[in-house]
């Protein structure tokens, strides 16, 4: 007796047939459950399940000869109720982009193929690109919002008319993936060498994931903090974005990356206004960070003689006492009013972040008061502040009686030098000769002693061109006369050029004789001064006209133009 395999369901029709190899001519009647079924004799029989189950057996009987009767083993029906499918949906809720999978399970699970309905059972989902079937899964790729809605699933069992029962529906939900914004903290424009920042992933709807960060594309850090702190800072590109705590999915999408660029440790500049005083002047240290602008506090400091295990520059050269204890946010400090004890030098820093990060010091910047009255003095020959090129300079520093203990000292652009050294001259006793003048050697010189005494100084400039404004180097005052000399380096050739006197960049005066005297200086007389010939034009001095009462000098600044 043979069957159709696999389970059956109500509603089906199954056909039994009986087959009997031995001689033919058999009649065939059917048993069900030991009772004989009115139905007419025949080798098959086929009928409807519903409530058909039972013990079924098929009889045939020969009767020519020679006569024969066979009763069939039993075979035993099921009638199994239409199976509902077990439906499941990862992960919902499911974000755009994401994939979602769809599950129709049926028990045994063989001989299955699946139907797919969204919204309704009469609107089938159509496969696509994104919409895919294989067996008894639904895939949706990179989900968009309209993906959202009511799901079923019906199985119907290959080459054969039956269907499952529709199983109740799921709902996917499909939402916006949420945004990641990175932010840096503090946000300045520039980050220098061995500064600390706080890279910050803000994400709405931050609940249950994780915070992975990146450099460059490659993941670093991920935690259950939105922050992450980085010290020191590093170059890279960082972006941010959150996983899915339970399973490690991406939750979010990146609006932003960060470029940080670590620059080298900056130098604070400081810069002394004014730099040669009147008496009762006030003077302003007003400090700054040349690649940066933000978020400093400045501090101040006084150079003093170099001290083992004091605060000291770089090279050694001083070290530093604070004008005060907690530094100022203004970038700028005056002393008031600035007298003889505060002809010296000065230099800041600037510090910022948490912890708190300095710059390099200043260079230093000196201030000399006209109110000094130092026991030695610089003294130079020839005894101007403008010299030419390639000519010959001497400066000693001179004290009434002895000058044992003072050093001379010069500032450039590149910062403090001691003694006279190789690289700019020879000393023999007090006098340092520089025998072949360079632009380089321009500069401020002083004499300083070894417990932080100054003497006067002169701001000397060693100009290349052909012509230089002589003016006095030391102290005069209101009533003196004085005689500014336009000086030809070839003056053999043209001894009496015409020349043009200029203050602060305004013609005063034309001289044929390429000298200019004003019989009694006043204080109206203050200014930068330069000449100008057929052969060129000089640097800049600046003349300084002291009051007649005070014990004071003039200082001449020189700027080269």
Known sequence: MNMRSGPLYSGETVTLQCDISDYRDWTYRWHRDNQLLPSPPSETITFSLSDQAGQYQCEGTRTRRPQKTYLSPSLTIIVAALPKATLTVTPNPVYTGETVTLTCSFWPYIYWSYTWFKDNTEKLVPQSDRHTTTG?????SRALVSDQGLYWCQGEIQSRSISSIIRDPV??????RPV??????????????????????????????EYAFYSSGKSFYSKTEPEYRISPAKNGLYTCEGLQKINGLKHSKTRNAIQLTVLDKPQAVLSVSPQWLNPGDSVTLSCGVKESSTGWRFFWYRTVPYRAGLPSLLDRSYSVEPLSGNGTTEDSYTLIPAGPNHTGGYVCTAGRGDPVYDTLYSEPQFLWSGDLHPSVSLRIRPNRTQHFTSKSLSLSCEEKGN??????????????????GSNWGSIAGSTCTIRFTLEK????????SGSGEYSNAVNITVAAGAVILESPAYPMTEGDS?????????????????????????????????EMTIPAVSKSDEGFYKCKSNEGESPESWVTVRGEKSSVCVCVCVCVS
Do not use: M
């Not at 914004?181 to 600390?196: A, K, M, R």
């Not at 044992?404 to 001691?418: F, H, M, N, P, Q």
């Open 171 to 176: 709902t996917i939900t499909v939402i916006e």
């Open 482 to 514: 004085v005689t500014l000399l336009c000086t030809n380096r070839y003056q053999e050739t043209n001894p009496n050029p015409k020349v043009d006197f200029y203050k602060d960049g305004v013609l005063i005066r034309n001289e044929t004789t390429g």
């Open 403 to 420: 000058s044992t203990g003072w050093i001379l000292k010069r500032y450039r652009e590149r910062g403090v030098e001691s003694g006279c």
């Open 180 to 209: 990641a914004v990175l932010i840096l903290q503090p946000n300045w424009p520039q980050i220098f060498s061995g500064e600390t920042v706080t890279l910050r992933c803000n994400i709405q709807g931050g609940e249950e994931i």
């Open 441 to 448: 050697d321009s500069g401020v010189y002083w004499c300083e």
């Open 136 to 140: 008894a899964t639904f895939t949706i």
